[in-house]
Protein backbone atom coordinates (compact mmCIF):
# COMPACT_ATOMS: atom_id res chain seq x y z
CA UNK A 1 0.00 0.00 0.00
CA UNK A 2 1.42 3.64 -0.86
CA UNK A 3 0.52 6.31 1.49
CA UNK A 4 1.19 10.27 -0.10
CA UNK A 5 2.44 12.14 3.33
CA UNK A 6 3.15 15.21 1.17
CA UNK A 7 -0.21 16.98 1.06
CA UNK A 8 0.25 20.66 0.92
CA UNK A 9 0.12 23.43 -1.81
CA UNK A 10 2.95 24.04 -3.81
CA UNK A 11 5.77 25.93 -3.17
CA UNK A 12 5.42 29.47 -3.90
CA UNK A 13 1.61 29.41 -3.61
CA UNK A 14 1.02 31.72 -0.51
CA UNK A 15 -2.81 31.86 0.49
CA UNK A 16 -2.48 33.16 3.44
CA UNK A 17 -5.47 35.95 4.73
CA UNK A 18 -3.44 36.56 7.75
CA UNK A 19 0.59 37.46 8.27
CA UNK A 20 2.54 35.13 10.42
CA UNK A 21 5.81 35.51 12.87
CA UNK A 22 8.20 32.90 14.35
CA UNK A 23 5.98 31.38 17.44
CA UNK A 24 8.32 28.75 19.21
CA UNK A 25 6.47 27.48 22.12
CA UNK A 26 5.07 24.37 23.54
CA UNK A 27 1.45 24.28 22.89
CA UNK A 28 -1.30 21.60 23.67
CA UNK A 29 -3.20 19.54 21.04
CA UNK A 30 -5.81 16.94 21.65
CA UNK A 31 -8.45 15.61 18.85
CA UNK A 32 -11.88 14.25 19.12
CA UNK A 33 -10.93 10.94 19.46
CA UNK A 34 -8.60 10.71 22.14
CA UNK A 35 -5.70 8.95 21.24
CA UNK A 36 -4.42 12.08 19.41
CA UNK A 37 -3.09 14.48 22.12
CA UNK A 38 -0.37 15.32 23.56
CA UNK A 39 2.32 18.60 23.56
CA UNK A 40 4.06 19.13 20.67
CA UNK A 41 6.22 22.82 19.38
CA UNK A 42 4.87 25.47 17.40
CA UNK A 43 6.74 26.78 14.34
CA UNK A 44 4.61 30.14 13.72
CA UNK A 45 1.00 31.64 14.17
CA UNK A 46 -1.05 34.02 12.73
CA UNK A 47 -4.65 34.66 13.35
CA UNK A 48 -5.85 32.30 10.96
CA UNK A 49 -3.72 29.10 11.68
CA UNK A 50 -0.75 27.50 13.52
CA UNK A 51 1.82 25.93 12.21
CA UNK A 52 3.43 22.79 14.39
CA UNK A 53 5.80 19.96 14.36
CA UNK A 54 4.53 16.66 15.31
CA UNK A 55 5.88 13.01 15.94
CA UNK A 56 2.29 11.11 14.38
CA UNK A 57 0.84 11.38 11.01
CA UNK A 58 -2.31 13.07 11.44
CA UNK A 59 -4.39 13.09 8.20
CA UNK A 60 -5.51 16.23 6.57
CA UNK A 61 -9.18 17.01 7.55
CA UNK A 62 -8.88 15.94 11.31
CA UNK A 63 -9.98 18.74 13.49
CA UNK A 64 -7.49 19.56 16.45
CA UNK A 65 -7.90 21.57 19.12
CA UNK A 66 -4.86 23.47 20.32
CA UNK A 67 -4.30 25.44 23.28
CA UNK A 68 -1.40 28.25 22.87
CA UNK A 69 0.33 29.96 25.74
CA UNK A 70 0.25 33.57 26.04
CA UNK A 71 1.94 36.04 28.62
CA UNK A 72 1.13 36.29 31.97
CA UNK A 73 0.63 33.07 32.28
CA UNK A 74 -2.45 32.51 30.15
CA UNK A 75 -3.84 30.01 27.25
CA UNK A 76 -5.82 30.47 24.54
CA UNK A 77 -7.95 27.67 23.04
CA UNK A 78 -8.75 27.34 19.16
CA UNK A 79 -10.54 24.95 17.42
CA UNK A 80 -9.17 24.18 13.95
CA UNK A 81 -8.61 21.58 11.21
CA UNK A 82 -5.65 20.13 10.03
CA UNK A 83 -5.21 22.14 6.45
CA UNK A 84 -1.98 19.81 5.30
CA UNK A 85 0.61 17.35 6.20
CA UNK A 86 4.34 17.24 5.45
CA UNK A 87 6.87 14.88 6.63
CA UNK A 88 9.96 16.25 7.89
CA UNK A 89 13.45 14.77 5.75
CA UNK A 90 15.02 12.67 7.76
CA UNK A 91 13.57 12.34 10.82
CA UNK A 92 9.55 10.61 11.97
CA UNK A 93 8.71 13.37 13.00
CA UNK A 94 5.55 15.75 10.55
CA UNK A 95 4.98 19.27 10.26
CA UNK A 96 1.47 20.55 9.88
CA UNK A 97 -0.74 23.68 9.16
CA UNK A 98 -4.03 24.14 11.47
CA UNK A 99 -6.29 26.19 9.63
CA UNK A 100 -8.42 28.22 13.12
CA UNK A 101 -12.53 27.23 12.83
CA UNK A 102 -14.55 30.82 12.42
CA UNK A 103 -16.55 29.87 15.48
CA UNK A 104 -17.39 31.77 18.75
CA UNK A 105 -14.44 30.87 20.26
CA UNK A 106 -12.40 31.85 17.80
CA UNK A 107 -13.76 35.47 17.29
CA UNK A 108 -12.90 35.55 21.12
CA UNK A 109 -9.33 34.37 21.06
CA UNK A 110 -8.07 36.24 17.85
CA UNK A 111 -8.60 39.37 19.85
CA UNK A 112 -5.59 37.97 22.15
CA UNK A 113 -3.35 36.47 19.58
CA UNK A 114 -3.89 39.85 17.79
CA UNK A 115 -2.57 41.80 20.34
CA UNK A 116 0.40 39.38 21.07
CA UNK A 117 1.17 39.28 16.99
CA UNK A 118 1.16 43.01 17.40
CA UNK A 119 4.01 43.53 20.25
CA UNK A 120 5.95 40.88 18.30
CA UNK A 121 6.35 42.97 15.38
Known amino acids: MNI ?12 RMSRRFD ?13 RSGGCLSCDLSEGGLRININEFVPPGTGLTVQIPLPAQQFVEYAGRVAWVSKLPFAERYQLGLEFSKDKMFCAARNEVGQLIKRRL
Open 23 to 35: FREPVQFRSVNPV
Open 4 to 15: TVDVQPPRGAER
